[in-house]
């Protein structure tokens, strides 16, 4: 019924273009009987409740239907002459009213004849109210009526209907609406409120001057929100007025009602008001526009959910409604009625009635759909308690929302939205994955598919995706394979796909090859896994070797391993001694620089030297730098071999360490002296060698070489007695610097004659007082106990029995013995010199 609902013939109203706003309200046109009376007659007025719709007619007739627009049978009433004004229903719905222009005023039970009244005041009668609790024998059977005079109607003890005027003189009273307690009435100069239980007004709202406007041409709509809220629309004011009790200061000394009314809120409309009514906290207003069409005829009036400030509103949503002959109708045609416990809102024209009510759930999610807000009615139902048996679930709209988007093209968006709607729903994944491979579009959804123990899809859901990935993506294919558990699909039937679009692929071979290495490790076929690998020259080898522990299997993959990385191979091969060292040597052996590598680094985490012959070889080519430390350090080597090789390659140094271990020192010392030159070394040389021979022969080798003879006279004299040198030196050599290197050669000779003559004599000073320390402890005495035991007997040394009471001999060792129980010739103790035993 807004500007896309059906019109008058059932066509789509398109008189609006633009994108609708979420309706706030649903609308229903009321049928079945209701359609047969309005071809024959019109309605002019309406009264709701909850069990049933009085409708009056403009031939005087009463109607009552259910909700659905069916008549309810024998509750057609000719009640008056004329059109019906005001129809009026009790709490109870057992009892209604109605007045009419003919002056009668009706008052019928529905189920009883027991009440019923009928009076005839001769004048116009536009308003009539019962009270609301009318049924109720206490109430004394009330009811209201309107005309030139507000007059209440009650019946005596007798059962007579006493009639009190509770206003007059205020011209026509054209609106009544009852609450509990307290009656409001609309006249011609105003709104009055009237306090039932007091008797009394509690205040007149006086209409403010409109200029041109008739208050007849008008009416004014009241409605009770509760008990103590009443709402006012008429011509375009709205007021919202709440009763409230006086305060003290108020009422000071002076006779004034105890409630008085408080308008809240008052604002202008752009339209005319046919009808108000609540809304939770917002107001509902049924409106009639001002302008006309340009034939003059009346617009559309529409529905508008308002929320109102205190002299202002705004338009929260505004429905036009296609009311049947809605061209020729006026501000007065149409009335609104409600029932506020249920938020249902009667909308009627002359020719038709239709029933508004907010949007359920349901309702809600349905428009959502229907104009492409699938996100939103997710998170509506998201939003909802669930409790109840919704007609759309998260799963409904989720499979509508993936039809949207794949329709739309959006296979990402599509693929993403599977995992928040579908969950742990194994056959629900089942069915939609085939709608991704309807569009070729597996791949949008492959990564949120469920893949974990809680739940898992059919293996071919799986095969289906990577078959897809094998032809259409293939470093997607790899990718997969890589993250996806072996578990979930058939890995030998994958591995047959990969061989068979290897056949007829042109690209991208390579990866294909490292995904099928993937999934022959799968298969626990790891030569061939691993022999792809090392042909792609592809460094997750080695990941695959740690991984599954196949130290065994790659003893004829060492040097294809070497030459792919060499520091993960020999990390990989040192691994806890997992590969024995004899099979990689072997391996090896014709690669002398790979050899060399795993040598170097064996050597460093076993320290048997088992290898250290290899070594020395593999050092003189390799890496000399380390060659002599190892000489130095090892003894695991053939010297001789060793030497060879050094001497081959001219390796001075090394030669001299190697001369000096088998004793050829003198040849060493030539090296030093001829070769390196290097009378410092040569010094040490003969220093660790400490042997009087091997100076002579430095000294000799320095006899024509004054610069070295310089040297020797600086720095000999602190090892050696520098005479030798001195003696040997030619008569007028020239020697360069001699005097000051005799000069140093001296001092460093009397140096070490005073260290010599110290030591001696600190040694000799130790020697006589370790000789008087050791004196005097054995001149001390040895303490005898009662535990102690002879040597000999083993018995006691200390006993009680006097006759048994010997000498004792205890040595300095402390051991003890019975002087009876030793040989007299033997001076040494028995258990420290146990082969000198008597």
Request: hydrophobic share 35%; aromatic share 10%; glycine share 6%.
């Amino acid at each position: 019924m807004s500007d896309k609902s059906l019109t008058q013939d059932g066509q789509s109203d398109n008189e609006s273009l633009e994108e609708e706003i979420e309706p706030k309200l649903k609308y229903i046109r009321l049928a079945n009987h209701l359609q047969r009376i309005l071809l024959k007659d019109a309605v002019s007025c309406i009264a709701v409740h909850p069990r049933f719709i009085c409708l009056g007619s403009h031939f005087g007739f009463i109607y009552t239907l259910d909700h659905l627009g069916n008549i309810v049978e024998g509750k057609e009433i000719r009640a008056h002459t004329v059109s019906v004004n005001q129809i009026s229903i009790e709490t109870s719905g057992e009892f209604i009213a109605s007045c009419s222009d003919d002056g009668k005023i009706f008052v019928h039970g529905l189920y009883s004849e027991d009440r019923n009244d009928f009076i005839n005041v001769g004048r116009i009668v536009k308003a009539v109210a019962l009270d609301p609790n009318f049924q109720k024998s206490s109430s004394g059977g009330r009811f209201i009526i309107g005309d030139q005079n507000l007059t209440l109607y009650e019946r005596t003890f007798l059962g007579r209907l006493k009639p009190t005027v509770l206003c007059e003189s205020e011209g026509l009273v054209r609106s009544i609406s009852w609450g509990e307690n307290f009656v409001a009435w609309s006249s011609d100069i105003g709104v009055r409120v009237y306090d039932l239980n007091a008797r009394c007004s509690l205040g007149l709202i006086k209409w403010e001057s409109q200029h041109g406007v008739l208050v007849d041409k008008f009416r004014c709509n009241l409605r009770w929100a509760d008990a103590r809220t009443l709402l006012i629309g008429w011509v375009d004011t709205v007021r919202v007025c709440i009763i409230r009790k006086r305060n003290s200061i108020e009422l000071g000394n002076r006779d004034l009602p105890e409630y008085l009314v408080d308008p809240v809120s008052t604002f202008q409309t752009e339209f005319y008001i046919s009808g108000i009514a609540p809304l939770d906290n917002q107001l509902v207003l049924l409106g009639f526009p001002k302008e006309f069409d340009s034939n003059q005829k009346s617009l559309r009036p529409q529905l508008y959910i308002v929320e109102y400030r205190d002299s202002d509103y705004v338009d929260i949503c505004t429905d036009s409604l296609s009311l049947r002959g809605y061209e020729e109708y006026t501000v007065n045609d149409y009335h609104l009625e409600v029932l506020i416990e249920e938020n249902r809102f009667f909308i009627v024209a002359p020719k038709d009635v239709v029933i508004a009510s907010p949007y359920d759930l349901d309702d809600r999610i349905q428009w959502l759909i229907q104009h492409g807000k699938f996100e939103e009615a997710l998170n509506a139902i998201a939003q909802s308690s669930g409790s109840r048996d919704a007609q759309y679930t998260v799963e409904s709209v989720g499979i509508a929302y993936l039809d949207h988007l794949l329709a739309k093209g959006l296979y990402d968006p599509a693929g993403k939205l599977c995992l928040t709607i579908f969950g742990h729903k194994k056959d629900v994944w089942e069915e939609q994955i085939f709608k991704f491979a309807t569009v070729h579009q597996l791949r949008s959804v492959s990564q949120y598919v469920p893949r974990s123990a809680e739940c898992t899809l059919d293996p071919h859901m799986y095969e289906m995706i990577l078959y897809e990935y094998l032809k259409l993506d293939a470093e997607g294919f790899l990718k997969v394979v890589k993250e996806w558990k072996p578990s979930l699909y058939n890995t030998c039937a994958v591995i047959n796909a990969v061989l068979e679009h290897l056949l007829i692929c042109d690209t991208s071979r390579n990866v294909y090859l490292e995904a099928l290495a993937i999934l022959y490790s799968y298969e626990k076929k790891y030569d061939k896994s691993l022999s792809m690998y090392l042909q792609l020259k592809n460094k997750g080898v080695f990941n695959l070797i740690q991984e599954h522990n196949l130290h065994g299997v790659i003893h004829d993959m060492i040097v294809d391993l070497m030459n792919l990385d060499k520091d993960k191979t020999m990390s990989l091969l040192l691994e806890k001694n997992q590969i024995p060292s004899e099979i990689v040597i072997d391996k090896l052996k014709n690669n002398e620089l790979q050899l060399y590598w795993y040598l170097d680094a064996y050597d460093k985490t076993n320290s048997q030297g088992q290898y250290h012959g290899k070594l020395v070889k593999l050092y003189a080519v390799y890496a000399r730098d380390k060659l002599l430390p190892l000489l130095r350090r090892s003894d695991h080597y053939p010297i001789q071999e060793a030497l060879d090789i050094c001497q081959k390659q001219k390796f001075y140094p090394e030669m001299i360490y190697l001369l000096g271990r088998v004793g050829d020192t003198k040849e060493a010392l030539e090296l030093i002296t001829k070769e390196l030159k290097d009378m410092q070394q040569a010094i040490e040389f003969c220093q660790e060698h400490d042997d009087p021979d091997l100076w002579n022969d430095l000294i000799n080798h320095s006899l024509d070489k004054p610069e070295f003879i310089t040297y020797l006279l600086q720095h000999i004299g602190t090892y050696v007695d520098p005479t030798a040198l001195v003696d040997k030196i030619k008569m007028g050599q020239q020697i360069p610097g001699l005097k000051n290197s005799l000069v140093k050669m001296l001092r460093d000779y009397n140096l070490q004659v005073s260290v010599q003559e110290g030591c001696k004599k600190i040694l000799v000073s130790d020697y006589f007082n370790l000789h008087n320390k050791l004196v005097k402890s054995q001149q001390k005495g040895i303490g005898v106990t009662d535990e102690m035991v002879c040597g000999a007997c083993h018995r006691l040394i200390i006993v009680r029995d006097l006759s048994r009471i010997t000498n004792v001999v205890i040595y300095n060792c402390k051991h003890c013995f019975h002087e009876l129980c030793i040989n007299s010739a033997n001076t040494n103790c028995g258990i420290c010199h146990p082969t000198k035993k008597a």
